[in-house]
Each structure stands twice: as C-alpha cells, then as structure tokens.
C-alpha cells in the first residue's frame, strides 16, 4: 500500500502542473498597451527566475549532502520526521513539471493574444543608445536568432524602433524570439530534470523495496571489535533505517592492515553478489588513514561493485572524553573520517551505537543515500 505521502504526491504531481499550466495561459503577458519594450520583455522575470533556480540547484549539488534534504521540494513532502528521499526527488520532479507547465501556458497566451490583437514592439532608454541596445539583445536573443533565422535589427534599424521616434513595428518576430528563448531556458531544462527527478524517484524507491524485504547487509568490522550491545544497536539503526526486514551478517575483524587480503576472505552474507549492500564499521576512536582505512574502503568498494555504507562508532571515544573539550574533540575526529569517507566515495555516518539516536542516524543516512543516488 502506498504511504500517505505518495498519495499525496501522487494527485499533487496533476494538481501542480496544471495549476501552473493554467496561470500562464491566464496572464497577460503582453500587457493592455499591446506595446512591447524588448529591453523589458514580458517574460522576462520568468526567465530571470529559473536562471536563479539552476544556479541554487548547482550550488545545492557543490553543497553537503544534508541540504538536498530542505527546500521547495521538502516543503511537499515534510512530516513528523525526516523525509525519504525517493519523496523528496519526486517532489521536485512535481515542482520541474509545474515549472515546466507554466513556461508552455504562458507560450500558448503570447500566440493566442498575438492572433486577436496586434502589438507594437519598440524601445527607450535614458542610458542606452541604439549601439548598446544592439549588442545587449545579441546576447539575449541571438542563440533564438541563429535557430529561428530571424535576423535581429541592426543599430540603424533600432534607432528608429525607438518609442520617441515612432509607433515601432509589429511584434512578431520578437514574439518568436522571446518564444523560442522561453521554450530553450524553461521549457525544455525544466522537463528534462522532471524526467531526471522522477527518474530517480523511482530508483530510489525501488532500492528501499529491495532492502525492506531483507536483503542480508554485509558488516565488515576494521580493526574495531564492537560489543554484542553495539551490534545489536547496529542493527536497530539499520532496522530503522532501510526496514524491519533488514539482516545483519558480521564478517571477523578485519585488522588494521589487513586490507589486502580481503579478497581471500569469505563474504559474511548467506550469498555474495556484485552491488549488495556491504558497510564497513570503524570506530571514532581511531585515527582516520588514507593508506589503511581509506584503502579497506576502495578493496570493499572494488569487491561490491559500488561504494559501501561507511558507519563509524563514537561509543568508546565519548567513553573515554567528556565535557566541553570531548564535545570538541568529538567534532573534530567527525569532520576527519567525513572528509575521509568523501575523499573515497562514501559518506560517513557517525553514531554511538550503545546509545543511538535513531532519527538523527536515519537523517544522515538519508543523505547518504541522496548523494549516493
């Protein structure tokens, strides 16, 4: 059965779009004057919008892994709890195809309002001449220019479109020009990460199916001899996290330096298969090293076929430091083994496994399965 948020999903990625399709056939674009300035074209917020949009999204992926977890798309899917991600990518595959719509809805009312009326287009200026002008709107306009083959005016023929000289000349072309420019910013980045949102959705949802019908995760301890009490906190982690259904199969210990026999050593899981879950346990007590805890990481990851889960256990460390400098000191050895783990591939998720807080476990893994997808 599906959960209540992917019902309310699922009419939400109707309602939206259509929502947006229906408010930008409904604007008026043009404006009563049936006068257009192409130095301020109607659709020009539009445009500058999403243009800030695929900025936030890059910064977004060069950003951490835990704020893919906040935005528009969070806003859809929030609840008590941490949303998942295969919810959050649908989310905002809704808000790309609402985007999407609006673009194609307000190309559609340029046309409608175009046949029924006749619009003017023209310019004015206090600080710029028609040579200016020129240059300003090859930059703009003339990748639709070179697609559509209609030529942008030269200086000349713009010094007279200019307001204070005439009435200017009909739209048309500058209503195919702002079309097609529309349709190359908007219409069509907008749909294409729709695709590539839900695309990812589904991958996403489909690898929690998996994993919530008990596929066997394979443990592979370096060089940290956990306690019953932290293995069986391990699972529930992993219980809570990725399914009731979720084993654990815990391979010996593998010591520090012993990396490269890993291959020889027999897969803890009932069967071993390339891509099936594996998680390499270390200990935040530990110093974190490239040439052995980095290199266990790429020998699991080559044997995998994909990059293991990386869980790194703090209960001995907050044993053995306490107070304000082992809060420090804490923070510091996480930032150590996460920019190790990323230096690698992984994501690190650090956690007292004798004391663990669940939901704040859950919400990192979720980030890890976000930047992983």
């Not at 739209?171 to 908007?186: K, M």
């Amino acid at each position: 059965m599906a959960s209540p948020t992917r019902q309310r999903l699922g009419w939400l990625a109707v309602a939206v779009p259509a929502l947006g399709f229906v408010l930008g056939v409904s604007a008026d674009h043009l404006g009563a004057s049936q006068r257009i300035n192409i130095l301020a074209p109607p659709l020009l917020a539009l445009l500058v919008w999403n243009l800030a949009v695929y900025l936030g999204l890059v910064l977004t992926a060069l950003g951490s892994p835990a704020r893919r977890s906040r935005g528009w798309a969070a806003l859809l899917v929030r609840r008590s709890g941490v949303p998942e991600p295969a919810d959050l990518a649908r989310a905002t595959a809704v808000l790309h195809a609402a985007a999407a719509a609006l673009a194609l809805g307000a190309l559609l009312s340029l046309y409608l309002r175009g046949l029924a009326f006749e619009y003017r287009a023209g310019w004015d200026s206090t600080f710029l001449d028609a040579a200016a002008v020129q240059r300003l709107l090859a930059v703009v306009l003339g990748p639709a220019a070179w697609l559509s083959g209609l030529a942008l005016p030269d200086a000349d023929e713009l010094a007279r479109l200019r307001y204070s000289e005439g009435p200017g000349e009909n739209a048309a072309r500058w209503i195919h020009l702002q079309a097609i420019t529309l349709a190359g910013v908007v219409l069509l980045p907008r749909t294409l990460l729709a695709v590539w949102s839900w695309r990812r959705a589904q991958s996403l949802a489909q690898a929690r199916e998996r994993n919530a019908v008990g596929i066997p995760v394979a443990v592979w301890p370096y060089s940290h001899h956990a306690s019953a009490d932290a293995l069986r906190g391990l699972l529930r982690l992993l219980r809570h996290t990725l399914g009731p259904a979720t084993t654990t199969h815990v391979a010996p210990v593998v010591p520090l330096g012993g990396e490269d026999q890993l291959a020889a050593l027999p897969w803890p899981a009932p069967q071993e298969k390339r891509g099936q879950p594996a998680l390499v346990l270390f200990h935040l007590a530990a110093t974190p090293e490239r040439e052995n805890h980095g290199a266990f990481i790429d020998a699991l990851s080559h044997r995998c076929g994909a990059p293991p889960w990386v869980l790194v256990d703090e209960s001995a460390f907050k044993q053995r430091f306490s107070g304000a400098d082992g809060a420090q000191r804490l923070q510091q050895r996480r930032a150590a083994w996460r920019a190790l783990a990323q230096a690698h591939g992984c994501v690190a998720v650090c956690v007292d496994l004798l004391q663990p807080d669940l939901d704040a476990a859950r919400r990192d893994w979720h980030a890890t399965e976000a930047q992983a997808a």
